[in-house]
């Protein structure tokens, strides 16, 4: 479980970020979270990680505080930043340095991870593509099979067949005691992956909900004619797409990107049908 507490966090002190910021993410599952550029994806990520400490407040992960950095919690977490370098060694060097830190550490699926990905394994590691380095630190961070994996970014640099495979890699190490965050604007690449939606703005949580809380509470679709109902619409080739209440017993697709423009251009709206404040 990750607790964010009362974060209050700013780069500067005049200038804070988040206020008294408060979230609660159970393990058991992929939670995207959304933000505008400059909405503090990366920052908040980062004080889950314990790369940057609260002002006030605090961030705990299964209990331990994030800012202590403490053996046992650097070894239940692997984060992915959105910019990956990777040292002047080979894949086996790289492998007897950094994986003895993850008890957990499998050497088989990292090399299969590898494989699927199609990264050369004779390879001097920071002789690799900005594409390629990504792929070894993802295949790295889910072979070390942490209770805790945050990733800035993740799809940024794959290339269309990677993206593929990374959603399945994601599918197939998901765990029932697993927390897995993903921050992005690459919404279409999160399509089926994750169960949690958290979109933050201006230092405030504007939504945290379940996919499944939102299937009942939003319907996502075509706007039909007459029907005014709707929290946000937007105008595509085929028509207007809108979301709207849901009446209780409507099935649609999670739109992502709707979602999003509706929690940002509509937050009354969005917090009216979700009862939040
Ligand atoms: N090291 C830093 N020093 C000072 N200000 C910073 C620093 N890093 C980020 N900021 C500021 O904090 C705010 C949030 O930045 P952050 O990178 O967390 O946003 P983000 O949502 O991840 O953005 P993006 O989607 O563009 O990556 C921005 O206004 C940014 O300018």
Do not use: W
């Not at 940057?52 to 046992?72: K, M, V």
């Amino acid at each position: 479980m990750i607790v964010i507490k009362d974060l209050t966090y700013g780069y500067h002190s005049r200038n804070t970020l988040f206020q008294e910021l408060n979230l609660t993410l159970p393990p058991g599952k992929v939670y995207g979270l959304l933000g505008k550029n400059g909405a503090g994806k990366s920052s908040l990520i980062k004080n889950m990680a314990g790369l940057i400490f609260p002002q006030t407040g605090s961030c705990t992960i299964n209990g331990l505080e994030a800012r202590h950095r403490r053996p046992e919690f650097l070894a239940q977490i692997f984060f992915i930043p959105e910019e990956c370098e990777l040292p002047p060694v080979t894949i086996p060097a790289f492998l007897r340095i950094y994986s003895v830190f993850y008890r957990s550490f499998d050497e088989g699926a990292f090399y299969e991870y590898l494989r699927i990905f199609n990264v050369p394994e004779n390879c001097q590691l920071d002789k690799l593509s900005f594409g390629q380095k990504k792929k070894i630190h993802i295949a790295f961070a889910l072979a070390a099979n942490t209770n805790v994996l945050i990733m800035d970014e993740p799809t940024n640099g794959l290339d269309i067949p990677s993206k593929i495979e990374f959603r399945e890699i994601i599918t197939r190490t998901r765990r029932h005691d697993k927390i897995t965050i993903m921050s992005t604007h690459q919404v279409k690449d999160l399509d089926g992956l994750i169960d949690s939606v958290i979109i933050i703005d201006q230092g405030r949580v504007l939504l945290s909900a379940d996919k499944e809380e939102i299937g009942q509470k939003l319907y996502f679709g075509d706007k039909q004619t007459g029907d005014d109902t709707s929290l946000y619409g937007i105008d595509t080739p085929a028509g207007r797409r809108i979301v709207r209440r849901n009446n209780g017993i409507e099935t649609s697709t999670l739109d992502l990107e709707l979602l999003f423009n509706a929690a940002i251009y509509n937050l009354p709206g969005i917090r009216a049908v979700f009862q939040t404040q």
